[in-house]
């Protein structure tokens, strides 16, 4: 049956009929008052933008009456203003908070305490890493895959005789770069990568200027560094941006993750001939429709429940292989971008 | 005395017009709960201010409270994950903020340093070594004994921390206003030769006040470590300027040797009842940071702006 006709029949028959739907169906129910927090790692950054985007797309389809808020703190005050307005969230009395959490479990006292009254609390692109406090993680693509991913762009740089290179994440306590970090240094034990050496792991908090001169350090530091990995993309654009102004584009390449439009220029200069990521607006999309079925008791949040997430099509809860407890709901899959595909990307 | 007067008031109207605003615009505003939630959130800030209100009334201003605070919890949290038995590791953590607090004093009051300088470093010096301690970790897993003792109220919903801040508000109203210290401080804020030269020991003074704000700061950083159930080595990162901005706002003279307790318990209320304000209306971030901003370059601007009217009043009269 077709989607479109599927969503036309369901609300239609909404104002007439009963309540029909049971609950694990796993079919959304639209137009259900459903009071939604987005809450990024901070505002004022391109891909909490695009994850926005997503899920107001979704809170479209849905026809959720209910206007979707898109709050998040500075940069500067990121850990006490996330839990701000998780806090103000819990008194509101929302329904579900959208949480890219970037306060370790710092922010598990008021998860809790938003879950105790009732609030979904879903994760996307950064879990609670111990998960308490969280109903499920949407994650954009399988943490081990990105590890994997990582080492193989920095092979691919460095040419089959390898050599040195270093890693440029964001904060360090964000949980799903050092995840990432932690997937790529269990690749590298594969003989595959024996002759590619990690000097440094250093932070750039995901602000522009400290990622520029982290990355000039590394490059002042390790002289016969090759590649700068920088899972994040605020640090892989800073430090791109570093090699340019340091004019060591022929000898140094930069990757990781980065969004297409902003690295674009690196791209076709060679500075960062390859780099990695998944699309944010699927992201935000596919996890304001699982706090939407969450909240709305059609989906429930434990191993093995299926459900249908609009344009996405069929979504598993499974437990979360990389952290000890949680639950996941895996989106992937990876775009890998070089400068045959990244203009069109870029648009 | 007439013009510090009117600036309590004037807090006191805006405190009254902040209230009623939140109390008609948001529905949630008005629960025991909300309130509990909005002198939880910022309640170390809110102690550290008291301490800091003494220091700038003493002519002095401390910079590095918020890497103290940070070095507190970092110390708790590293000692008790060696093994240290958690009350230990407290005690631990409140004698690194007295050290840090007395290295401060020393520079200042001996060496006869611009506290500027000398808490600039601290700020600089205390979070690196909290960084240090922890690296890039986080540290959990306390007793839930202390959790709670952050987290839940204690006797009915207060909290620990608020009962900890209300005690040392009514003891350090008492200590600033009715005790023989209180005046050395306003003394020594007003005019430091003067106070040097009718005998005030100057310098045992500004290490009591260096000393006292680091140890308040170590309590609230170990306060602030059981709120969140875990530490980090950015912790209260930047707070200095926030506790600084609700003193200044409070009427205390970034000159040294006037303001009152009366004025920072009102400016906090005021910042505290503005926030949560604007966080249930939705309003976050930057544009709080602008709001409260303006309230600072406004509670400068107005009574310099009624004192340049009041002096114009008096030239035409004449």
């Known amino acids: 049956m077709s989607k479109l006709l599927m969503g036309v029949a369901a609300a239609a028959l909404l104002t007439l009929l009963p309540q029909v739907a049971t609950a694990d169906d796993g079919m959304a129910t639209p137009g259900k008052d459903v009071s939604m927090v987005l809450l990024p790692k901070f505002l004022g950054i391109l891909p909490f933008d695009q994850a926005h985007k997503g899920a107001e797309e979704a809170a479209q389809e849905l026809k959720n009456p209910a206007k979707l808020q898109f709050l998040g703190p500075t940069p500067q005050n990121s850990v006490a203003g996330q839990i701000e307005i998780v806090t103000n969230a819990t008194t509101q009395g929302v329904k579900a908070i959208l949480l890219s959490n970037n306060s370790g479990d710092q922010i598990v006292p008021a998860a809790k305490a938003a879950q105790a009254k009732g609030i979904k609390v879903v994760t996307w692109d950064s879990p609670i890493p111990s998960s308490e406090g969280e109903d499920v993680f949407v994650a954009q693509v399988d943490f081990g895959d990105i590890g994997k991913v990582m080492a193989d762009m920095t092979l691919n740089l460095t040419g089959p005789e390898g050599g040195e290179f270093a890693i440029l994440s964001a904060s360090p306590d964000a949980a799903n770069q050092n995840a990432w ?140 292989p990389t952290r000890a407890k949680g639950l996941r709901v895996l989106m992937g899959p990876f775009t890998i971008y070089n400068k045959d595909n990244v203009e069109a990307a870029a648009k | 005395m007439n013009s510090l007067r009117r600036w309590e008031t004037l807090l006191f109207v805006l405190l009254l017009a902040v209230v009623s605003l939140n109390a008609t615009e948001s529905r949630y505003y008005l629960g025991v709960g909300n309130f509990i939630n909005l002198f939880q959130l910022s309640i170390e800030k809110s102690i550290v201010a008291l301490m800091m209100a003494f220091v700038i009334i003493g002519a002095e201003i401390d910079l590095s409270v918020a890497s103290v605070m940070g070095l507190a919890a970092c110390v708790m949290a590293y000692t008790f994950q060696q093994g240290a038995p958690l009350p230990l590791a407290i005690l631990l953590a409140l004698a690194a903020g007295v050290l840090a607090g007395l290295n401060n004093a020393f520079w200042i009051a001996y060496v006869g340093l611009p506290s500027l300088a000398v808490t600039l470093a601290g700020l600089i010096g205390y979070r690196g070594l909290a960084r240090i301690l922890v690296e890039d970790r986080a540290i959990g897993g306390f007793p839930l004994w202390f959790n709670a003792l952050g987290q839940q109220g204690l006797i009915g919903p207060l909290t620990l921390s608020i009962m900890i801040f209300v005690i040392l508000f009514v003891f350090f109203a008492v200590l600033l206003h009715a005790s023989a210290f209180g005046r050395l401080v306003y003394v020594v804020g007003s005019n430091v030769e003067a106070a040097r030269y009718s005998g005030v020991r100057v310098a045992r003074v500004k290490t009591a006040l260096f000393a006292g704000s680091a140890c308040v700061s170590a309590l609230a950083g170990v306060l602030y470590a059981a709120r969140l159930g875990s530490v980090r080595g950015d912790m209260a990162e930047g707070f200095e300027l926030d506790v600084i901005t609700t003193v200044l706002l409070g009427g205390v003279s970034i000159f040294g040797g006037k303001g009152n307790m009366v004025g920072v318990g009102l400016s906090l209320l005021l910042i505290l009842n503005l926030r949560n304000g604007m966080g249930l209306a939705d309003i976050t971030g930057n544009t709080q940071n602008y709001v409260i901003g303006g309230l600072l370059i406004l509670s400068v601007l107005v009574p310099n702006i009624y004192q340049d009217i009041q002096n114009k009043w008096k030239g035409r009269e004449r």
Request: hydrophobic letters at 40%.
């Open chain 1, 181 to 320: 970090i932690a997937a790529m240094k269990v690749a590298l034990k594969d003989a595959k990568y024996a002759k590619l050496k990690l000097d440094d792991i250093v932070y750039g908090n995901d602000e522009s200027e400290k990622s520029y001169t982290q990355a000039q350090a590394l490059l002042d530091k390790y002289p016969k560094i090759k590649v700068i990995m920088a899972p994040t993309s605020v640090g892989i654009v800073a430090a791109a941006k570093a090699l340019q102004d340091e004019k060591l584009c022929d000898k140094v390449k930069i990757s990781g993750l980065g969004l297409p439009s902003e690295m674009l220029a690196y791209t076709k200069n060679g500075c960062a001939p390859e780099f990695a990521l998944w699309s944010f607006v699927d992201l935000g999309y596919l996890a304001y429709t699982t706090a939407y079925q969450l909240a709305t008791g059609t989906l429930e949040a434990k191993e093995g429940a299926k459900f249908k997430a609009g344009r996405m099509g069929e979504f598993t809860i499974t437990k979360d």
